[in-house]
């Protein structure tokens, strides 16, 4: 089955700074990638829509300054939280949407953000 | 108006019992999917169950099946012989539209205990 994986799975960082988290579909194509955020005991959020090649759609709410995404090829996209802050404290977890059949989004096992 | 409902927020069950856990859905649109995911712990989202809008016989995956009723908008997830390591967070989901680039919409959740 399609693999994506997420690099870093947890991370912890001080108030104020930058946070990078990778989404790659390792073996195949993925034209459109979706950031989800979940918050403890929560259900998953969508924030964006991310297609290769073109500026991310973002989910009303969700501010696009503060959440940069970039979908720069068809196995990556990147999550930036610019300037975080401990209330973004949270799971963010991409999905991959593969070709054919009925399951065609694949989660990656996601990123623990922890802004001290 | 939520578009997935999932109004259990906790269920018991003893190993080896059958559980039902209950999923309602609001769309307008005539083709649309329905899915379920566990999240165990770990946090990873393990895809178990597709069911589409058109599909006339209710899914059915090993010990897992869904119950699709489209005049009542329910898509009920049944596990069969409940293990131990069923213990985890269900999630019902909806893709509206045909197209395989639409985010899934998620549901609150329900968490799942089986003791021994």
């Known amino acids: 089955g399609a693999v994506v994986s997420q690099h870093p799975s947890w991370v912890i960082c001080k108030s104020g700074t930058s946070v990078k988290i990778e989404c790659r579909s390792l073996?195949?194509?993925?034209?459109?990638m979706f950031w989800y955020r979940q918050f403890p005991k929560q259900s998953l959020m969508l924030m964006a829509t991310?297609?290769?090649?073109?500026?991310?759609?973002?989910e009303q709410g969700v501010e696009k300054d503060k959440f940069l995404i970039n979908h720069a090829s068809l196995t990556l996209s990147t999550l930036t939280v610019t300037s975080a802050h401990p209330e973004d404290s949270s799971f963010y977890i991409c999905?991959?949407?593969?070709?054919?059949?009925?399951?065609?989004?694949?989660f990656g096992p996601g990123t623990r953000l922890t802004v001290l | 108006a939520q578009k997935i409902t999932q109004t259990q927020p906790g269920m018991f069950v003893q190993e080896k019992e059958a559980v039902t856990l209950d999923c309602t859905y609001d769309?307008?649109?005539?083709?649309?999917?329905l899915f379920w995911y566990k999240q165990p712990s770990s946090g990873e989202m393990i895809f178990l169950i597709y069911?589409?809008?058109?599909?006339?016989q209710n899914a059915t995956e090993g010990r897992y099946s869904l119950n699709f009723q489209k005049a009542r908008k329910s898509a009920n997830l049944v596990i069969s012989a409940s293990q131990l390591g069923d213990s985890a967070m269900y999630f019902c989901?909806?893709?509206?539209?045909?197209?395989?680039?639409?985010?899934?919409?998620f549901g609150k959740g329900t968490t799942l205990s089986v003791s021994s």
């Open positions: 999905s991959a949407r593969s070709w054919g059949g009925y399951n065609e989004q694949f």
């Open positions: 073996d195949f194509q993925a034209t459109t």
């Open positions: 991310s297609n290769e090649g073109s500026k991310a759609t973002y």
């Open positions: 769309t307008s649109d005539q083709s649309y999917g």
């Open positions: 069911q589409g809008s058109y599909d006339e």
């Open positions: 989901a909806m893709r509206e539209g045909i197209s395989a680039g639409t985010a899934l919409i």
